[in-house]
């Protein structure tokens, strides 16, 4: 049996359902546009609601950061959506899930 194979969201540059249904968040990158700080928080949800799984703060200065998530990855019940914050600018984000 072969190792799981992630997907990905694609670049995304606002909030949105990755996806719905049982998941397990692999990754996530966040890329700014140089200038300005981003925040991502995703939900185990199809909304910004309920359990947060995951939070991250990138300075606009840190350009890309990609966060890879270790033993398994978290497992979502419900979906994976993504709540994007970001001062001004042009930034995304993409979500790595199986």
Partial sequence: M????????G?????ATIVTGK???????????????????????????GTEIFKAIVTGTDDTI???VPDGGISCD??????ITVAAGAMGYIVLYR
Avoid at 34 to 47: E, F, G
Wanted: aromatic residues 6%; charged residues 15%.
């Fill in 23 to 49: 998941s397990i968040l692999a990754g996530v990158q966040i890329i700014t546009d140089k200038t300005n700080d981003a925040t991502v928080v995703l939900y185990d949800n199809t909304s910004a609601a």
């Fill in 78 to 83: 419900i979906g994976i959506y993504a709540d």
């Fill in 66 to 68: 990609h966060f890879n």
């Fill in 2 to 9: 072969g190792q799981p194979t992630n997907r990905s969201s």
């Fill in 11 to 15: 670049l995304k540059t606002a909030d």
